[in-house]
């Protein structure tokens, strides 16, 4: 698989677990267990996923970083 086809599925990809994780708080009535599901397993998914969150903190490596050093071994290959 070339860069720019894993680009572009990786990215489908994250699409896909952002509205799954979403999904998932959603289904979650108000109140305490949705209070401790965002700030433990919600948090630590998105973290991983995006640079850019509404969290304090977050992954040495995302899903963005894994994306974005794809595109910079593509444009050095070219």
């Known amino acids: 698989m070339q860069n ?14 952002l509205e799954l994780l979403e999904e998932a708080k959603d289904l979650l009535p108000e109140g305490m267990t949705k209070e401790r599901a965002k700030c433990y397993w919600y948090a630590h998914i998105k973290t991983a996923i995006l640079k850019e969150h509404e969290f304090l903190g977050g992954s ?3 899903v963005d970083d894994t994306i974005s050093e794809l595109g910079e071994d593509s444009e050095e290959d070219e």
């Open 60 to 62: 040495l490596l995302t």
């Open 4 to 17: 720019a086809e894993a680009i572009e599925r990786l990215t489908e990809i994250k699409e896909q677990m």
